[in-house]
């Protein structure tokens, strides 16, 4: 809300359109503040929780190992099918093995197959952020536009999508918000010489533990990198001391050590061999799983991952080295620069791996917010300001696009109308950018990714079943007449599979094995690829060729990028 001067010269309060007044209403009172983040996550992550399909391949692989620690009865070591899994620690797996259980508990059908319940750790880790996001924005500003920040935080297309799948980053960003939010205030507190609130201690320490548990040593990462920078700031370190690290340190060892002692013993010390040795040196020192791009790729695809934002945190660049000096841009400056670079020094590029930075850049976009440094004036701003029309509107082309060149000419109908509101909302949103309204700009995006996020994964997805492979050959399995059919995939390996047909899937190795799987009796289905079909043909006698197909599945990869063919061949006693 801005002032102006009345007739006689006495300052007047101006006034605000509704936007405003409902942001000033939302903000009158902590409670509702948090009320309000609340819906916005509700309304933003749960669209899609239960319709979307695994999507290959972390998800599942995630999924089916939490699947199998509840079929084995075996909470510390970590299983997919019969590989060891040591990539990372054991938080993430627990966390979707309870979410599982009280799903079995409460009476869910088919539990352990609904891969709804195991996001749920991750739609409760992406909304805990966006509350911490809030929590840990009062150290820089009011409450009203630090609402605002953690708003334009869970508005952020990479939140949205980590909310949706039975991964580690949600929580992951909620564990290193909670501990960055604390050393923020402690920073902040020792150089305006105020005391820290009691929150500050498990916040931190609590963050950093259940953290380790959940990705190993991202969240000290995240948090040494920022306390070493602002020591060398301040020429000392001893503000550190207000987060009574001697305790703290021994809280972590009581939480973590227990399950690290006892992989060690179980596995051989083959976890942290797999673990450091072969998951983190790897993508070190080479592209891990084929994901390389070059230095920059990440500053390029965060126009997309954190929009409707991106674009006003970029303009508030030049304030922050412009105000470096400060406490409040010191901190914001070093809880993201130096983590940004490291990320994108190493070969290995994946877009959540950033999650955790975008936070403390809504933060800072608010903080330039209120310094007024999103001014449409500014060289280039307007132009900048085009992403936020510009993603809604490419995305809404791409799954037309995707639709009419994957399934067979057809559009996503029922999603278009939501699409065409975002895209408009966006422009809307630029266009009172220009005008000069920056904050009504960023309500604005908010308000079309609240559409936006809803109709791609709620609704447009729906309308894509060649993405959908391995839940229509699920449902193959599903409608044989024989009951609990043995099932096998030649060529078609996809993790997804894995998780929606069962944890004994079997994966023959050529035509003959898969032949041998049809001819060994019982209830028995198995699914050949087209690239092997040949090869499975030709395992069959002449005089007795492979037995008529069940029905045939054509779809779209999106890991390798191509279509697939697959046909379902049954076998029944």
């Keep these: 809300m801005t002032t102006s001067l009345s007739a006689g010269g006495v300052p007047r309060l101006a006034s605000v359109d509704r936007i405003g007044r409902g942001l000033d209403a939302l903000s009158l009172t902590h409670a509702r503040a948090a009320a309000a983040l609340l819906a916005l996550c509700l309304l933003l992550f749960l669209p899609g929780q239960i319709s979307l399909q695994p999507m290959d391949r972390d998800e599942p692989r995630f999924a089916q190992a939490s699947k199998q620690m509840l079929e084995s009865g075996d909470l510390v070591d970590i299983r997919f099918q019969g590989e060891a899994r040591h990539k ?6 627990w966390a979707q093995a309870a979410a599982v259980a009280a799903g079995e508990a409460l009476g869910v059908p088919d539990a352990r197959r609904q891969i709804a319940l195991y996001r749920i750790p991750s739609l409760i880790g ?6 911490l996001a809030y929590w840990a924005a009062l150290a820089f500003l009011p409450r009203r536009l630090a609402l605002l920040a953690a708003a334009l935080y869970a508005a952020g297309l990479m939140l949205s999508a980590e909310a949706h799948l039975a991964k580690t980053d949600a929580l992951l960003a909620a564990c290193a918000t909670a501990s960055l939010g604390a050393l923020a205030r402690v920073w902040l507190a020792s150089r305006a010489g105020g ?16 953290g380790i548990l959940i990705k190993g040593p991202m969240v000290p990462l995240f948090v040494v990198l920022p306390a070493l920078i602002l020591s060398v700031v301040a020429r000392s370190g001893r503000w550190l001391l207000a987060l009574r690290p001697g305790a703290g340190l021994a809280l972590t060892l009581l939480l973590v050590a227990p399950w690290f002692a006892a992989i060690a013993w179980k596995s051989g010390g083959a976890f942290y061999a797999e673990a450091v040795g072969h998951d983190m040196l790897a993508k070190v020192g080479g592209a891990a799983e084929r994901h390389w791009a070059p230095p920059g790729a990440y500053a390029l695809s965060f126009f997309a991952t ?10 508030s660049l030049p304030l922050t080295w412009r105000a470096r000096r400060e406490p409040a841009f010191a901190f914001l400056i070093a809880s993201v620069l130096p983590a940004w670079l490291i990320f994108e020094a190493v070969p290995t590029k994946l877009p959540h791996y950033v999650l955790p930075l975008m936070p403390w ?3 800072l976009t608010a903080l330039a917010l209120a310094r007024g440094a999103l001014d449409p004036r500014l060289r280039g701003a307007r132009a900048t300001a085009l992403l936020v029309p510009a993603i809604p509107i490419g995305l809404t ?3 037309c696009l995707a639709g009419w060149r994957l399934d067979s000419h057809t559009l996503p ?19 009172a950018f220009a005008g000069g309204r920056p904050e009504r700009a960023l309500i604005l995006g908010i308000l079309a990714s609240c559409l936006l996020g809803p109709a791609v994964l709620g609704v447009a997805q729906r309308s894509l079943p060649a993405l959908k492979v391995s839940p229509r050959l699920a449902a193959l399995r599903d409608r044989m007449t024989c009951p609990n059919p043995q099932v096998a995939s030649l060529g078609y390996r996809e993790p997804s599979l894995v ?15 898969a032949r041998q799987f049809l001819e060994a009796g019982g209830c028995r289905l198995l699914f050949v690829e087209a690239r092997d079909r040949d090869d499975f043909n030709a395992a069959w006698p002449v005089a007795r060729g492979a037995p008529a197909p069940l029905a045939e599945v054509e779809g779209f990869n999106l890991n390798t990028g191509r279509r697939v063919f697959v046909t379902a061949y049954a076998v029944a006693p």
């Excluded at 954190?306 to 303009?315: I, L």
């Excluded at 998780?499 to 094995?513: I, R, V």
């Design 361 to 363: 850049l809504a933060i």
């Design 397 to 399: 082309l791409g799954l």
């Design 88 to 93: 990372k620690p054991v938080g993430i797996y």
């Design 195 to 210: 005391t820290v609130s009691r929150a500050v201690f498990p916040a931190f320490w609590l963050g950093m533990a259940l």
């Design 413 to 431: 109908w029922a999603a278009l109308p939501l699409l065409a509101a975002a895209c408009a909302v966006a422009v809307l949103a630029w266009m």
């Design 126 to 131: 992406a909304t805990a952020s966006v509350l």
């Design 499 to 513: 998780f929606l047909t069962g944890t004994d899937l079997a994966l023959p190795p050529d035509g003959a094995a």
């Design 306 to 315: 954190f929009w409707p934002g991106a674009a006003f945190a970029a303009m």
